[in-house]
């Protein structure tokens, strides 16, 4: 919040004339408001609330909203020198015909310089192929065609580590479900790929790609133990350098927010939790958007974990349902990617599940089931079924409960007890709650969840995430 009251304070006049028109016209009476108060007076949050008659989440959509008008409002008002530079580059052919030889030989070297400020390997090649044509009869012929092979080398490179990037948190979403550690092989030996390529050239552009993954994959692969803080610290203020030198870089404007994750995984992996809070508002303000649009660039589904992790701290886990109902209103996920689908339609129901709506928990759960296969992923079908199996209980649904039961059961003996134990522990959890005959259920049903939480567990176990209350035994 404290952003948007930054970037609103410091609007022209006729910044906030036009912006407060807009919303106007496009019936936003509401956010156009909210723009005025927070532009206008110095009123706390919940004045802001009192004035606009809406609760806290519909005041939290609000900011979402207009947050998302300021951005693109003022991108649209600032020229874009790479846009510029594209169509620059587009434009060639045509100087190259009508143009003087000076003229034209000036203007390529004019805008080399420029591509390469920017880093933009593919428009480079067309600028030196130009230039090695045009010095045909020189000397210079041989220099032009050295820089034409390298910057396709380069350009071929940039492609690869894109490629790759892609590849990394494809593998990370399997590896997260299974806990193989084949696919925890590969992923750091694509890491090790990525810095290779990053090493070769002096290129920032390959830095943040490399980074990206760098840092994902020493908080969530290698572990906490591996971690050099200051390394780490030192490639984020690199980072954050490279991004403020090239503010119009399309790409980097909106890797910012992959960076913010970090940052915010980074400080809640060393539990310094008031470091992590000065990210959270804005990752989770773009938590929609990094699920539908950033998956080839980053994990999105972390962050609800993250999200649930902190809302258990704080005792905020009855909230979260409403919360989920605006941040997610239009989100449109690819349910082909099954790890990042399946970890966001599981969130929802934990959401459920906290608020007591457990008859809509299981029918997301249901759902999902339906829609989508987990097969591949016999630990991770387990988590699901089990959460679904705590809803059917809850409701005293016994049949559908026992046929769900004995389905988890057949795959708990097929994969070994060993590898479930988490799993054995809590079906016995879910009997207690059914049986009624048996005495003191929830003081044995609180014993056995303690001896779950002893068990180690990396990767996808929601169940991890559930507490058995007294009020699940009456």
Do not use: W
């Not at 989440?57 to 003022?74: G, M, W």
């Not at 029918?363 to 079908?381: F, G, H, T």
């Not at 059917?392 to 049949?399: D, Q, V």
């Not at 003191?440 to 991890?464: E, H």
């Amino acid at each position: 919040m404290a952003k948007l009251k930054n970037i609103i304070k410091q609007l022209t006049k006729q910044d906030f004339d036009v912006i407060f028109n807009s919303l106007m016209e496009s019936n936003a009476e509401k956010s156009a408001y909210l723009l005025q108060m927070l532009y206008q007076e110095k009123m706390s949050d919940s004045q802001i609330m009192e004035r606009l008659d809406v609760n806290s989440n519909a005041y939290y959509t609000l900011r979402s909203r207009l947050n998302q008008k300021i951005e693109e409002y003022l991108l649209e008002q600032v020229e874009n020198p790479r846009a510029d530079l594209l169509k620059k580059v587009a434009n060639i052919p045509e100087i190259v015909f009508t143009k003087k030889r000076t003229i034209v030989v000036a203007t390529l070297k004019k805008l080399e310089k420029e591509l390469l400020d920017y880093d933009l390997s593919n428009e480079l090649t067309i600028v030196y192929k130009t230039l090695k044509r045009l010095h045909a009869h020189t000397s210079d012929y041989f220099t032009y065609s050295q820089l034409y092979n390298k910057h396709v080398a380069y350009m071929l490179s940039v492609d690869k580590a894109e490629t790759l990037i892609t590849e990394y948190f494809r593998k990370f979403g399997s590896f997260f479900f299974s806990g193989n550690e084949t696919e925890k092989l590969e992923l750091t030996l694509i890491h090790k790929e990525l810095q290779s390529i990053r090493n070769l050239y002096d290129s920032h552009r390959l830095f943040v790609y490399q980074s990206c993954v760098g840092i994902f994959h020493l908080l969530f692969v290698e572990g906490k133990d591996s971690m050099d803080e200051e390394a780490i610290e030192n490639t984020i203020a690199k980072v954050e350098k490279i991004f403020g030198m090239y503010p119009m870089d399309t790409t980097y404007h909106h890797l910012k927010i992959v960076f913010e994750f970090l940052k915010l995984e980074y400080y809640n992996s060393y539990k310094l939790y008031r470091k992590a809070e000065d990210y959270y508002d804005e990752v989770n303000d773009s938590i929609s958007t990094l699920l539908s649009n950033y998956t080839i660039y980053t994990f999105p589904a972390r962050f609800l974990y993250t999200k649930i992790e902190r809302a258990l701290r704080l005792g905020l886990q009855k909230e979260l349902y409403n919360e989920n109902l605006h941040i997610f209103e239009d989100i449109e996920m690819d349910s082909e990617d099954i790890p990042n689908y399946v970890s966001y339609v599981v969130y929802r129901a934990l959401g459920c599940h906290y608020a007591e709506k457990h008859e809509e928990a299981a029918r997301l759960l249901n759902n999902l089931l339906n829609d989508v296969s987990i097969k591949k992923y016999p630990l991770a079908l387990i988590e699901v079924k089990l959460i679904l199996a705590l809803q059917y209980a809850i409701n005293r649904e016994n049949e559908l409960l026992t046929q769900l039961l004995g389905s988890v059961q057949r795959q708990i003996r097929m994969l070994g007890k060993q590898q479930c134990a988490a799993a054995a522990l809590f079906i016995k959890v879910i009997k207690l709650i059914i049986n009624q005959s048996k005495s003191d259920r929830s003081n044995k049903a609180r014993a056995l969840m303690d001896k779950i939480s002893q068990i180690p567990r990396m990767g996808f176990a929601p169940t991890k995430y559930l507490a058995i209350d007294e009020k699940h035994f009456k």
